[in-house]
């Protein structure tokens, strides 16, 4: 079974700062796949950034980038010169194929609510 | 592109009442198909997958019914809600052999 932690409920920003939400995670796979979704106030889930773990190299996305300490099991998500539309929910995931066959069974953390202010 | 339909937005239901959600995937064949709850203040729990027609997993025992009647529609169902059923319930779809998931708009359910 996987399990999926994130320690911080609620962070805040200043606009044009950068901020670092914390993700760690546990498997015993060795093969598996990260992800930070973010959930706005419309509640859609937007996926922001994926990882594989087996890509030694960190993944980015425009102003969205992770920090992937695999032995440590850590994933955090880093957001340079946040916008007033960063602000949200940001839920880190995780999947393992291996023992989900075709299914993408994700595990989510329970969230941290990012406010961005002026 | 890839689109995906949920409905309805919101829904306001008795206890004892039945439900369906409905939930359709365009622009994509043999999807695998999902139906998550969020609690508030919780993440998302996966309630159940499917990897293609009538092929239904289920993760949690509960009140809730899935069924695939097509490749691309996904239902949600019970005969008799229950006042725990409230949340919000997210539709995803994803690519064979591919881990992303991507999500509906999702339904608010109150059962009053």
């Known amino acids: 079974a996987q399990t999926v932690t994130q320690s911080q409920p609620e962070m805040s920003v200043q606009e044009a700062e950068t901020v670092t939400l914390s993700c760690t995670y546990d498997t015993s796979e060795s093969d598996y796949y990260l992800f930070w979704y973010k959930q706005p106030p419309s509640r859609q889930m937007i996926l922001v950034i994926r990882?594989?773990?087996?890509?030694?190299q960190n993944a980015t996305e425009n102003r969205f980038s992770v920090n992937f300490q695999k032995a440590a099991k850590s994933f955090s998500l880093k957001i340079s010169d946040s916008q007033l539309g960063d602000a949200a929910m940001y839920f880190c995931?995780?999947?393992?194929?291996?023992?989900?066959?075709?299914?993408?069974?994700?595990?989510f953390g329970t969230g941290t609510r990012l406010q961005v202010t002026l | 592109s890839q689109t995906i339909h949920q409905w309805p937005a919101t829904l306001v239901q008795p206890v004892g009442s039945p439900l369906s959600l409905e939930c359709t995937v365009e622009?994509?064949?043999?999807?695998?198909l999902y139906w998550y709850r969020q609690a508030a203040g919780r993440g998302l729990q996966l309630l159940f997958y499917?990897?293609?027609?009538?092929?239904i997993s289920s993760e949690v025992p509960q009140n809730l019914s899935a069924s695939r009647p097509q490749d691309r529609q996904f239902i949600l169902s019970s005969k008799k809600l229950l006042l725990s059923d409230s949340g919000f319930y997210l539709c995803a779809w994803s690519v064979q052999r591919y881990t992303e998931a991507f999500f509906g708009q999702g339904t608010r359910l109150t059962v009053v």
């Open positions: 995931a995780c999947v393992s194929p291996l023992n989900t066959g075709t299914a993408s069974k994700l595990t």
């Open positions: 622009g994509t064949s043999n999807p695998n």
């Open positions: 499917s990897v293609g027609i009538g092929q």
């Open positions: 990882q594989e773990a087996y890509k030694q």
